[in-house]
């Protein structure tokens, strides 16, 4: 593995101080990168996880939830269905690919289908995949956006 070239790596690297010494080796650029999430009402923190996480490595393949999955996880049908999500992800230059998570307790076949190393999640997710995948990649959890989610958008928006 080589250290990561990119500005965003290097950022990244300088803003870590609390990246914990068993979590070391997400710094060392991985080939495969995978995150999951839900992406609907696409929004700044979910551009800037997707691109912190994308410099991470050579390829960034991305989860997205099923509309069924979203409903489990969140209570509530996401406002953009799940073509519309998965078609919106697929042009941003960070993501390399597309695939549905239809369901939560599937992470490892996930992670081992699509080959990846290291998963990157907002630090919402913090202790969540740690261990349970701890053997078969690297699981970094990164600190969200602040003010922004798809939640407070749509209570902005319905409340005015
Ligand atoms: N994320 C982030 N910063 C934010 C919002 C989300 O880094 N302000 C990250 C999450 O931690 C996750 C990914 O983006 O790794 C997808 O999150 P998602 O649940 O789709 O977005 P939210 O805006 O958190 O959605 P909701 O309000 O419906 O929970």
Redesign the pocket.
């Known amino acids: 593995p080589t250290q990561p070239r990119s500005a965003d790596a290097q950022r990244f690297r300088s803003q870590s101080s609390t990246v914990k010494a068993s979590q070391m080796t997400a710094l060392v650029e991985h080939d495969t990168v995978i ?1 999951f ?4 009402l696409l ?1 700044v ?2 551009i ?2 997707l691109k912190r996480a994308r410099a991470m490595g050579k390829r960034l393949v991305v989860g997205v939830s099923s509309d069924a999955l979203n409903v489990a996880k ?1 209570g509530r049908a996401p406002v953009y269905s799940l073509p519309e999500r998965i078609e919106m992800l697929q042009e941003l230059r960070c993501v390399d690919k597309v695939f549905v998570e239809e369901s939560l307790e599937a992470k490892r076949d996930y992670v081992l289908r699509e080959g990846a190393t290291l998963l990157v ?5 913090a202790g969540r995949f740690d261990s349970e995948l701890a053997d078969v990649c690297t699981v970094l959890c990164i600190p ?3 003010s ?5 958008t749509i209570e902005r928006i319905t409340t005015k």
Not at 37 to 40: A, E, K, Q, V
Not at 121 to 125: E, P, R, T, V
């Open positions: 995150t999430g839900t992406y609907d929004h923190g979910h800037r996880l969140k999640m907002g630090d919402d997710w969200r956006t602040e922004i989610s798809t939640t407070a």
